[in-house]
């Protein structure tokens, strides 16, 4: 997990114990009012009953603030948790916004500039390009000691995609650039920090293992897909239906 997600899961549990502990009260005053009002007062009772509920918190805000230590102990946290989920949020931003947008009809790997970047700079650019397209793209990177010396794209749907090129021919272009790895890229169009290689991915890897032959081991395949705020995550997967967590960008630590 990334720190923005760690902070953003601690913020949703101090958060729920805090408005608990308004609604509950406010709940319990909500229904010492309708049980105190006269039965056959059906339409004041349920009108009190409501208006106590909905404005109780408020004043119970002030009163527990005031009274007790956690409370305000609590809502501190909550503000410094805000914050700092704030400023990962716009740190992320920052590095979106260094890059162009692509403009209609320009190619995807020019307008992102691919080729010839190492392989931090690749996925950087992968990830903010395809982020953008809000469609599966699919990149086929060709390594050489860490370096994209020849790179395909293509966009496809938003639930589809496929390589720009014939894969019968990445063999050759092995041989051709003396190429150490094939690195096979697509995005889930997903931005809740979730997701898994479907049943399709694991046999377009087995089938795409089989045309490279001999250079077959070279091949590595990758789903690229976003948190919440931007923050980026490869899986790998293999032709035999496995997959991992092969990394996940932290800009708290860039």
Not at 47 to 70: I, K, R
Request: proline share 5%; charged share 25%; net charge positive.
């Amino acid at each position: 997990m990334t720190q923005y997600e760690v902070t953003r899961d601690s913020l949703q549990r101090i958060v729920v114990i805090h408005l608990v502990s308004l609604a509950a009260p406010a709940l319990a005053l909500s229904l010492a009012v309708w049980i105190a009002i006269p039965w056959e007062q059906t339409p004041e009772r349920l009108l009190s009953g409501v208006l106590v509920l909905f404005a109780a918190p408020l004043p119970l805000h002030f009163l527990w603030h005031f009274a007790f230590a956690a409370y305000r102990n609590r809502a501190t946290e909550i503000a410094r948790l805000r914050g700092r989920v704030r400023t990962l949020r716009e740190n992320v931003e920052r590095i979106y916004a260094a890059y162009p947008t692509r403009t209609k009809g320009a190619q995807f790997k020019v307008a992102f500039d691919l080729q010839g970047k190492s392989l931090a700079e690749l996925e950087e650019r992968l990830a903010v390009g395809m982020h953008r397209e809000g469609k599966e793209v699919f990149v086929t990177a060709f390594m050489r000691r860490g370096v994209a010396v020849r790179v395909t794209a293509a966009i496809g749907s938003p639930t589809r995609c496929r390589p720009a090129d014939a894969p019968s021919q990445w063999k050759y272009h092995i041989d051709r650039m003396q190429c150490d790895e094939v690195r096979q890229y697509h995005n889930h169009p997903v931005y809740c920090g979730r997701t898994a290689p479907s049943p399709l991915d694991f046999r377009s890897c087995a089938t795409l293992k089989s045309l490279l032959c001999e250079h077959a081991t070279k091949l590595r395949s990758f789903v690229l897909y976003w948190n919440e705020i931007g923050e980026w995550k490869l899986l790998e997967y293999d032709q035999g239906g496995r997959y991992l967590l092969a990394m996940e960008f932290d800009v708290a630590a860039a």
